[in-house]
């Protein structure tokens, strides 16, 4: 799926400043990153102005105090009031919190890691059988 994605992106790449700029279908690769440079900067003149609306805003002075005081009560409200008390209980609780997601992800990663190896194995053995260097 990845393979028939990258083909179709690079087909698009090629075929959009050809049919828009009347640029070559041979043209060099520069030419055609120049062309595609061209159409981008033509587009954001023409899209900024629309896509004004959403970009973020600045915080305010409340929404940073907010911020501020959650991040402060986080501790008390995982380990309980006695967790105010005790120094660097809300740095010990983030750095366990931390572990435990990227314990998640790296068995997330290994799961999706296995169809990946058969996939590569299986290119592998399609190259080797219909190779054609026999």
């Keep these: 799926m990845l393979i028939g994605d990258a083909y179709i992106a690079i ?3 090629r075929e959009t400043p050809r ?7 041979d043209a060099s690769f520069l030419t055609t990153l ?3 440079g061209v159409l981008a900067t033509a587009l954001r003149r023409i899209a900024a102005p ?3 609306v959403f970009r ?4 305010s002075f409340a929404g940073t105090m907010i911020a501020g005081a959650v991040v402060r009560e986080a501790p008390g409200a995982v380990a309980g009031a006695p967790a105010r008390d005790i120094p660097f209980a809300g740095p010990m ?5 931390a572990v435990l997601a990227l314990g998640l992800v790296a ?3 290994g799961l999706i890691a296995v169809p990946v190896r058969s996939v590569w194995a299986a290119l592998a053995a399609f190259g080797k059988g ?3 260097s026999s």
Excluded at 56 to 59: I, K, V
Aim: hydrophobic residues 50%.
């Design 11 to 13: 087909r698009f790449l």
């Design 19 to 25: 049919r828009i700029a009347g640029l070559p279908t």
């Design 34 to 36: 120049f062309a595609i």
């Design 50 to 52: 629309a896509l004004r």
């Design 56 to 59: 973020p805003r600045h915080p």
């Design 93 to 97: 609780i983030a750095i366990s919190l």
């Design 107 to 109: 068995s997330t990663l």
């Design 130 to 132: 219909y190779g054609g």
